[in-house]
Structures are given as structure tokens and as C-alpha cells.
């Protein structure tokens, strides 16, 4: 079995929108010495698989942030209704095969894991997207609307997303399953670049709708989704409160170093 060739570029955007309802200006927070979304996308950079790194803002105090550290983010409209949207508009304009959407308020997203969710669309002709998840180790987290669940079918492609726990445990005999069912979506997308464009162009699908999960458009409109599983947590910044989280995880010297 010969192992598939790497696409001829492949490209990582940080979307780094500056309004935020519950922090305002997160992305550009100062963390360990520099803003937070620097954090991200030198993270992106150190992925194996990934040619260039780049930073996609509608905010003239990211530029100002960055400069600093010698980054030039992307300029782009500032009327996008989601990451997707900033990227596809960045992305029309550059030659790539694949691209992935690197949050960027994930300042400690492993690169192992950017890897792993590039892998699919590499190895696999039929797939135009794929995302990563992990499995839930907090039963508070079953029932949380936040913590987005996914089920796969037997070869690892996405068949639904939803804020409710799925899949239901019908029967009390079952319910020891419960430790080995329930898998939250990790919010790390890579597409092919042509697909992006079509994707962003696509209106929204009932079941978007419904659960405000815009990955739901792919399966709607009859796409393939794969889904890695990994063994990462995914640490978002949202609030304050998250930003201490990382800080002390970023800031607290290595034991053994």
C-alpha cells in the first residue's frame, strides 16, 4: 500500500476577530509576554504538515499588537458572521489544496493535533473536511449545552453534531457505556480550499439553525466530515476566568526541565 502525497501547500489562518460578548478584546490579551492569538499561531506554524501560518483580523488594535513581534495579520471585512466566512474570503485569493481554521483563541492547541486532523483530507479523496474530538472524562460535560457532541460511523466520519448528549442511553443496563460514548467536538477544522469557498457560500441549513452549529451545513448538504480522535483537550479562552486557566498552565515552569 503506497502512502498518498502531501497536497503541494498547505495553509493555517488564525481568525482573530477583536469583539467578544463575554471579553472583549480577548484575542489580543497579554499572555506570557504577548498577546494570546501570537500564542495560536505560533502553534500553527510548528505543525509538521503545515506550509505557512498566517492571522486573519478586522481590528486595527491586532495590528497594532502584533507589530511588535513582527506579524502582519490579513486584513478583512469586519461584517463576517463567523471564522469560516473570514477565511474563505482570505483564501480566495491565495493558491492552497488544503486549509485549516485554527481558532485563535486556542493558545495552547497541540500541533500534534493540527496534524492529525489534516491527516484525513490527505489519505482520504472522498473527504472534503474534517475536524477533531475527544472523549468526555467530566460528566458535567454530557449535559452541557457548551461542550458540542459528536457521533462517527464505523469509519470515522461525522453523523451528527449537537449541544444535547448523544447518542441516548436507552436502557439502564447500558448506562456503564456512558464512560466510553460521549465525545466533544474539538473546534479544529481543515478543508480543501476549493470546498472552503463553496461552504461559505452555502445558506444556512434547518439544523444549523436549530443548534447553531454551522458544521451541521457539511452534513445537510451531503459532504463527508471526518473526525480524528485525540487524546487533547481543547482549552478555549472566552472569559477572564478561562485566561487565568491558561496562564497558569503557559507561565508555571516545566517540572524536570
Not at 471564522?83 to 500541533?111: F, K, S
Not at 468526555?136 to 461542550?147: F, H, Q, S, Y
Request: hydrophobic share 45%; with cysteine.
Amino acid at each position: 500500500m503506497t502512502t498518498p502525497e502531501k497536497p503541494s501547500r498547505i495553509l493555517a489562518v488564525v481568525p482573530a476577530r477583536y469583539a467578544s460578548t463575554r471579553f472583549p478584546g480577548k484575542i489580543i490579551a497579554p499572555l506570557a509576554g504577548k498577546p494570546l492569538v501570537l500564542h495560536t499561531y505560533e502553534r500553527a506554524r510548528e505543525a509538521a504538515l503545515v506550509d505557512e501560518a498566517l492571522i486573519a483580523t478586522d481590528a486595527q488594535e491586532v495590528v497594532d499588537a502584533l507589530a511588535p513581534f513582527g506579524v502582519a495579520p490579513v486584513m478583512t471585512r469586519a461584517d463576517h458572521a463567523s471564522g469560516t466566512d473570514r477565511i474563505a474570503e482570505v483564501v480566495a485569493g491565495i493558491d492552497a489544496d488544503i486549509v485549516v481554521n485554527v481558532q485563535g483563541d486556542e493558545p495552547v492547541i497541540d500541533p500534534a493535533v493540527i496534524d492529525a486532523t489534516i491527516r484525513p483530507l490527505i489519505e482520504q479523496p472522498d473527504v472534503v473536511m474534517s475536524t477533531a474530538r475527544c472523549l468526555i472524562t467530566r460528566p458535567e460535560d454530557i449535559n452541557n449545552p457548551n461542550a458540542v457532541k459528536v457521533v462517527c460511523d464505523a469509519r470515522g466520519h461525522a453523523l451528527y453534531f449537537s449541544r444535547s448528549p448523544i447518542p441516548y442511553i436507552r436502557d439502564a443496563a447500558d448506562q456503564a457505556a456512558a464512560a466510553t460514548c460521549y465525545w466533544v467536538h474539538i473546534g479544529l477544522y481543515a478543508y480543501r480550499r476549493d470546498f472552503l469557498i463553496e461552504y461559505a457560500r452555502m445558506p444556512q441549513t434547518p439544523l444549523e439553525k436549530l443548534e447553531k452549529l454551522e458544521q451541521l451545513r457539511v452534513l445537510e448538504n451531503g459532504y463527508k466530515l471526518a473526525v480524528v480522535d485525540t487524546e487533547y483537550e481543547s482549552i478555549g479562552v472566552d472569559t477572564p476566568a478561562d485566561l487565568e486557566r491558561v496562564r497558569a498552565l503557559i507561565e508555571t515552569p516545566r517540572k524536570g526541565n
